[in-house]
Every structure is written in structure tokens, then in C-alpha cells.
């Protein structure tokens, strides 16, 4: 028997922030849960023509409208429209675009249905497997020139997608294993639903802390009853059930509150990790565009080699892996691959570093003001106030197509401008406040915050500061 919209608790018994704003949500998914199998199929289908579509296509003029041609609209769907705009949804709804419309996840969990249900590896299941795709990805993609090659887009989109069928296929029972452990977009849009207004709370919660289960109806393996953080719930809703004891119910809370008490939610270092990398690799992505000092770097780079007789470096590269499209004037050396994968995975680790030890540092001064925890407690916890610095940085490294798509609708360059540096601004103090939450939380008195408090501060000006040059560039 379907459920109905009088099914759902009132506002009085639901816990958080707006009760009755989070019962009339959690209604309206209740009554249309079973049709979001048409809503998969349909996205499925727009998601695969925008990437294959443009393949059957001639090359668009350089000067074609939006509108003109379908493959300068599906280029704006993608990397103006559907990248920045999911990826800025996590501060409203968590990481529901996972469990509502992504079609990479569908299909993986339609695999999962039909293929060979094996017992999940641990290399699978290893922490760093989603750090380590996130930035293969991410290089592939600049290298691959993703965001202006039709071909390259679908080359690279198309094999996560095969990606995550396979794995699908292979891997769990009627789970998203790829959702969980493997997907490059999931762990973004995963660590940052931490910050995110929406949470699905435990009816009848259990101590033992936040683990995992291929048993129960959860999707991405959550153990229900002990969950206490929101990054692998895709908002799916199928745990969701009025009538029952059990199980959990959608709640709103305010931005950021699960990372201010992320003591209690399942602190934990991969995801620092991620935000130091991530924030660094987004960094490294733009930089090679606009840094005169790439340009130096390479042709000194470029005459050493020379010099060396390394000739095949001069070569081009395969088209699946570097971009080679002579007719647009664009064609990529092996030379250019490893210097820009270089260059990426040294901004990568030149933030890991700065950011690591700013954190350490922090950690340290913690102690000496008072604060609880282990180092390493302590560590952890004070990482996370870089989340909203970090996040800016993801949206004008991976999503600065948003800007220019803002240009197009009139704003102007002196108005992007200030929208990209209001953006850096609000970040940081936004981080430099989670900063001072945290070291709250580890029981420091206000007058001993600000030492400890520093650290983190520069480590967000840092950063911001390191964006500079997108600001500049509008």
C-alpha cells in the first residue's frame, strides 16, 4: 500500500530547524518516491545525448550562440550549468542530486541488479580509493581538454560512466558500490553535504559510532540506526518511512552545524586529506592557464629535454588521453601531459603541505590553550574549518565556467570580478569562523582561541590569495 502525504509526522515530533517546511519536503518525495525511476531513465537519456550527441555533429563556428548549435549547448549544460550548480546544491539539499537525478549512479545500481553481486575488495573499500579518482579525473580532463573538445568530453564522462557500470556490475547486492567508495563526484559532493541544510536523522539512533552494511534498504550501505554524518547519504529517501519506529526522517539544520560539531559526526582524515588535495588540484588546474611562470617552465623544461635528445616527447599523444585536434589549433605533446599533470599534482602537494602543517600547528597551540582530544583528534577536527575556502576554490577551478556563463547573461566583467572576489572573501571568514566553533568545541575558553585560531586564518588567506589571478582574469 503506497504512502500518503497524512502519513508523515507532524511538524511537533520532527526534530531541527523549520519542522513543517522538512514534513511538507519529506511528504512530497514520499507520494512520488516510486516515480523516480522514470525520473533515472530521463536523465539517463538527456545525460548521454549531451555527451554522444555532439560527436555526430560538425565542429560549431567559433562565434555560435548558445542556442545555435547543440554542441555549444551541451558545453554550457555541462561545465556552466550542471557541474557549479550541483556542485553549490550540497549547502541546500545535501547530496541529493546522487539520490534523485544522477544517472551515473542509476546505472550502476541497475548493474548491480544484473551482474555478478562479488564481495566488495578492500582496495574498493580503502579511503583513499575516491581521493585518488577524484584527482585522476581531474587531470584527465585538463589534459584531455574536457571542457572544450566534444570528443574529449565524452571520453572522459563516458568512462566514468562505463566506470561505474562495471564496477556496478561486478561488486555488492543491490548497493551502489561505486557511489560509496569509488565515484569521483560523489566524494566531492559527499565531504561538502557536511556544511549542507539537510540531514536524514535515526529514529532510534544506536552508540557504536557511524559504520557500514550491505544488509538493510540503504543504497549506499549506511548502518541506519548508527549514522551520524551525512556524506554517503545520497538523500534517496528509501529509508524514509512514516509508519515505522525505525529508520531515519529528514530534518533541516543550519549551514555547517555537522562540521562545527564534527567530534560527533565521524571526523576523519581521508576527507581532510581530500580537502587539502582537492583544493590544491583545482589550484594547479587554473594556474597552468594564466601563470606566466608555467610558460617560463616549460620552455626551459622544453629545451633541457632538447638538449637530452628526448625527442619522442615532442610527440603527440593519444586522443583518448591528451588533446589532439589540429583543426582547432589545439594539439598536446607527451611533454605537455607530464608537465601539466605535474604541475596539478605539485600545487596538490604544495597545499597538503602548507595546509598540513598550518593545521598542525594549530593543532599544537590547541593543546596548549586547553584543548581535548589527541593530536591527531585535534588534527582532524581544526582541517575541517578549510572546508568552505576549499569549496570556493573547487567552484573557480573545476566550475569557472559559471562565470563566464554570467558574462554571457550581462553581468559584465567588472561585476565578476566582485562576485569571484566576494566569493573568496565570504569563504574565508566563513572558514576563519568554523575555526573558532571548533576550537570551541574542543573546550578552549574564548580569550585562548585566538593563538590557535591563527594558524587556520592564514591558512585560509593563503589560499584565498593564491586565487588571485581568477579574480583578476573575470
Known amino acids: 500500500m503506497a504512502l500518503a502525504a497524512h502519513d508523515v509526522p507532524p511538524p511537533s515530533a520532527r526534530d531541527g530547524l523549520l519542522p513543517g ?38 565542429r560549431p563556428p567559433s562565434d555560435a550562440g548558445v542556442f545555435a548549435h547543440f554542441t555549444v549547448f551541451a558545453n554550457v549544460a555541462l561545465w556552466a550549468v550542471w557541474f557549479p550548480l550541483v556542485f553549490l546544491s550540497v549547502i541546500f539539499s545535501g547530496r541529493s542530486w546522487c539520490g534523485l537525478l544522477c544517472p551515473m549512479g542509476a546505472a550502476s545500481e541497475w548493474a548491480n541488479t544484473r551482474g555478478l553481486r562479488r564481495p566488495i575488495p578492500g582496495w574498493v573499500r580503502w579511503p583513499g580509493t575516491p581521493i585518488v579518482s577524484f584527482v585522476i579525473v581531474t587531470i584527465w580532463a585538463q589534459t584531455a581538454g574536457a571542457r572544450d573538445h566534444a570528443p574529449a568530453t565524452a571520453i572522459v564522462f563516458g568512462s566514468v560512466l562505463a566506470a561505474a557500470i562495471v564496477v556496478g556490475f561486478l561488486y555488492g547486492r543491490n548497493k551502489r558500490v561505486w557511489c560509496r567508495h569509488m565515484c569521483p563526484i560523489g566524494l566531492l559532493l559527499g565531504v561538502y553535504s557536511r556544511i549542507g541544510a539537510v540531514d536524514f536523522r535515526p529514529k532510534r539512533p544506536q552508540p557504536g559510532g557511524d559504520d557500514w552494511t550491505e544488509r538493510g534498504v540503504c543504497p ?40 562545527a560539531t564534527v567530534r560527533e559526526h565521524n571526523a576523519n582524515l581521508a576527507e581532510v586529506l581530500f580537502l587539502f588535495i582537492g583544493t590544491g588540484t583545482a589550484l594547479g588546474g587554473f594556474l597552468w592557464l594564466v601563470l606566466d611562470s608555467y610558460g617560463a ?82 588534527f582532524v577536527e581544526l582541517g575541517y574549518q578549510f572546508l568552505p575556502i576549499a569549496m570556493v576554490s573547487l567552484l573557480l577551478g573545476l566550475g569557472g565556467d559559471l562565470f563566464g556563463g554570467l558574462q554571457m547573461l550581462g553581468l559584465g566583467d567588472g561585476g565578476v570580478r566582485a562576485l569571484k572576489a566576494a566569493l573568496l572573501a565570504l569563504s574565508a571568514v566563513w572558514s576563519i569562523v568554523l575555526g573558532h566553533r571548533l576550537l570551541a568545541g574542543q573546550g578552549i575558553v574564548p580569550s585562548r582561541r585566538w593563538l590557535p585560531l591563527l594558524p587556520g586564518a592564514a591558512g585560509s588567506l593563503a589560499v584565498g590569495a593564491a586565487w588571485y589571478p581568477a579574480v583578476l582574469g573575470a
Request: hydrophobic residues 55%; proline residues 4%; positive net charge.
Open 220 to 259: 549506499t550501505m549506511i548502518w541506519l540506526n548508527r549514522k551520524t554524518e551525512s556524506r554517503h547519504c545520497i538523500g534517496c529517501f528509501r529509508c524514509v518511512n512514516p509508519r515505522a519506529k525505525g529508520g531515519l526522517s529528514l530534518t533541516l539544520r543550519p549551514p555547517a552545524e555537522e562540521v
Open 21 to 58: 517546511v522538512a514534513a511538507r519536503i519529506e511528504a512530497f518525495f514520499i507520494v512520488h518516491r516510486d516515480r523516480l525511476a522514470l525520473v533515472h531513465i530521463g536523465m539517463f537519456v538527456i545525460f548521454v545525448a549531451i555527451l554522444f550527441l555532439p560527436l555526430l555533429l560538425d
Open 297 to 378: 617552465l616549460r620552455l626551459a623544461l622544453g629545451n633541457w629535454i632538447i638538449e637530452q635528445g628526448w625527442y619522442w616527447l615532442g610527440e603527440p599523444g593519444p586522443i583518448w588521453l591528451m588533446a589532439a585536434y589540429p583543426e582547432a589549433g589545439e594539439v598536446f605533446r607527451w611533454f605537455d601531459f607530464f608537465l601539466i599533470s605535474g604541475y596539478m599534482l605539485g600545487w596538490s602537494a604544495l597545499a597538503v603541505i602548507l595546509l598540513g602543517a598550518l593545521t598542525g600547528t594549530a593543532a599544537r597551540l590547541a593543546r596548549m590553550a586547553g584543548g581535548s582530544g589527541s593530536f591527531r583528534t585535534r
